[in-house]
């Protein structure tokens, strides 16, 4: 699987003289490579190479929230967003 991946990316970038695309191929049967890490590897590239905004200046990029379920999801969501928005929207209507 992994040596068809390589090859369908060199021949997708066959014609190109230079190309910064990466490509991440895993197996779920053998050394399975977790989110967390990914994770990690992105927000140290873009901390090293920041892409450059609009106005000039690099773009700060912050860690990301690696949630372990769904149920911790719902609660992040519930925490961070829902009950902002209730209490908002409280003050706004009384």
Known sequence: ?????????????????????????GSSVS?????SRIQRC????FSEHPWIGK??????V???TV???????????RLRYLLPLQVCLF???S
């Open 1 to 25: 699987m992994v040596v068809n991946a390589m090859i369908a990316a060199i021949a997708a970038h066959a014609n190109k003289t230079s190309s910064e695309t990466i490509y991440h191929v």
């Open 31 to 35: 050394n399975p490579v977790k989110f």
């Open 42 to 45: 992105g927000y140290r590239y």
């Open 55 to 60: 106005d000039g200046k690099p773009v700060i």
């Open 62 to 64: 912050g860690e990301v």
């Open 67 to 77: 949630l372990n379920s769904m149920a911790s999801f719902h609660r992040y969501i």
């Open 91 to 93: 003050f706004f209507y």
